[in-house]
């Protein structure tokens, strides 16, 4: 059975970045079928429309099918598992992952922002579709406070990998750390 790997873009992203296509490249050379979809209305992203397009990309989840997310795209992952009913998924690695942001923009960025922040995960729910989660996270990340690794630990289980000076992982073209976590898994 092939394995599938589905990369989830962030907020204003898309599959045409850089680091993302860098990814999906090195997967499908180890034999992974990649899927990388152009989430909806990526400038202002709403829980119920990201969650109900990854329902329909994804078939029939289970362990031969693992998840990679950028920054919303780990909320929107989060939330998609936390709909499945007694499935199991291989694994999910979260890059720039978040659960309480800082330093955004402006107030329509708060205002998409809040919903996201204040609408309330199942974590246990999370946590039981999955006995894989990586965290990773940037040590200057301009929106995604270190804090935030607290929660992915404790809640899940993660593993959490701090990284020196990537940002928020969206001008960073090459991320091998991604690839040996999934490989791991």
């Given at each position: 059975m092939v394995k599938k790997i589905y990369i989830i873009h962030g907020w204003d992203g898309s599959p045409e970045e850089e680091g993302l296509i860098?990814?999906?490249?090195?997967?499908?050379?180890?034999?992974?079928?990649?899927?990388?979809?152009?989430?909806p209305n990526t400038d202002k992203p709403r829980i119920?429309?990201?969650?109900?397009?990854?329902?329909?990309?994804?078939?029939?989840?289970?362990?031969?099918?693992?998840?990679?997310?950028?920054?919303?795209?780990?909320?929107?992952i989060m939330r998609y598992l936390e709909t499945l009913k007694n499935k199991k998924v291989g694994g999910v690695v979260f890059l720039a992952g978040w659960f309480?942001?800082?330093?955004?923009?402006?107030?329509?960025?708060?205002?998409?922002a809040e919903q996201w922040i204040k609408t309330k995960i199942d974590l246990k729910k999370v946590k039981s579709t999955s006995d894989n989660f990586v965290a990773i996270f940037s040590d200057n990340d301009e929106y995604v406070p270190l804090s935030n690794k607290n929660i992915f630990e404790?809640?899940?289980g993660a593993k959490i990998i701090i990284k020196h000076n990537k940002g928020h992982f969206d001008e960073i073209t090459e991320h091998p750390y991604v690839i040996e976590e999934i490989m791991k898994m």
């Open positions: 860098w990814i999906k490249d090195k997967l499908k050379e180890k034999g992974f079928e990649v899927i990388v979809p152009a989430m119920e429309e990201w969650v109900s397009y990854l329902s329909k990309i994804v078939k029939n989840p289970d362990k031969n099918n693992y998840f990679i997310g950028h920054s919303i795209g780990c909320q929107a309480d942001l800082i330093n955004l923009e402006d107030e329509e960025a708060e205002k998409i404790k809640e899940l």
